[in-house]
């Protein structure tokens, strides 16, 4: 049974009973054979109670004291079996025919890692419409050659197990989701490994924000980007540099390239994840100059 596991997919989660049940009934609806994947949750410390799973397919539930997604992803991976780990998250519901897409790139492109394509589930939060239209961006801008991608989301990411844990997996010094993804890829490419975009591997997210944590998620990834960047620094890389300012200005004007409904407050809000992401940025910084 366990040689005929193609897949284990891993599940991080933390205080988030109700997504995660949803989730896991997303999974159990792929149209892939159950007896060659396996599903993997990992508590990362949850207080909230997760409750019995209603999922229609056997899961195993790893619990750890709090140490942050990519840590808990690393404890997953660690547990599974399959020939390829894949990675979503507790407010993600993937396609059925998910893995199906996943595997068909994993065999063109042997030692590959593939990342999929993620859409808003939460159409009328503008919040969450204007995340997923930064995402959008990112990805045009970064894989315009699905064969050479440079970034991938871990919410939609699968790889070859053994060459994940040879690589040491994600880097369990980033405490947040934050710039955790950024890292991974940066590492797996520095390697020689290839990175591949499909964009018909869709998992559906679901992540309500208001403006408040709308802001407060985007000031995170500015830890997070600080925090790759000293990650960086210390395995020799050479130094990034900062992105052409068209790269700003085609992001703010991507809601009207897009002709995307409301597209003047998207804009807006596109606008305020950069200076929310760069306040994150430099606070991080000056935390770590006064230690």
């Not at 993804?181 to 591949?196: I, M, P, T, Y």
């Amino acid at each position: 049974m366990v040689d005929s596991i193609r897949f284990s997919i891993v599940v991080p989660t933390r205080n988030r009973p109700e997504p995660l049940a949803h989730c896991l009934n997303a999974l159990a609806q792929l149209n892939y054979s159950r007896d060659r994947f396996e599903i993997i949750v990992v508590d990362d410390g949850s207080w909230t109670a997760l409750g019995e799973f209603q999922c229609a397919m056997p899961i195993t539930l790893l619990r750890q004291a709090h140490a942050g997604p990519a840590a808990a992803r690393n404890a997953g991976a660690a547990h599974a079996c399959g020939t390829f780990l894949a990675f979503t998250d507790d407010d993600c519901a993937p396609d059925p025919n998910w893995l199906r897409a996943l595997e068909a790139r994993l065999d063109a492109m042997p030692g590959c890692a593939v990342g999929g394509k993620t859409v808003n589930g939460l159409t009328d939060n503008i919040s969450a419409t204007a995340s997923q239209l930064l995402i959008d961006y990112l990805y045009a801008y970064y894989n315009r050659d699905p064969n050479r991608a440079a970034f991938v989301a871990s919410n939609n990411l699968a790889a070859p197990r053994a060459r994940f844990i040879e690589m040491g997996g994600f880097d369990a010094s980033f405490p947040r989701a934050a710039a955790e993804d950024r890292d991974f890829c940066d590492r797996w490419l520095a390697r020689g490994n290839a990175l591949v975009y499909a964009a018909d591997a869709v998992v559906c997210h679901a992540h309500a924000l208001s403006l408040k944590s709308f802001v407060r998620q985007h000031w995170s990834y500015g830890r997070g980007a600080r925090h790759f960047r000293r990650a960086r620094a210390r395995r020799g890389h050479a130094h990034l540099s900062i992105e052409p300012l068209r790269f700003y200005r085609d992001l703010v004007l991507h809601p009207f390239a897009r002709r995307t409904p409301r597209a003047g407050l998207l804009s807006f809000l596109l606008l305020l994840t950069q200076v929310a992401n760069a306040a994150g940025f430099f606070r991080e910084a000056w935390n770590v100059d006064r230690k």
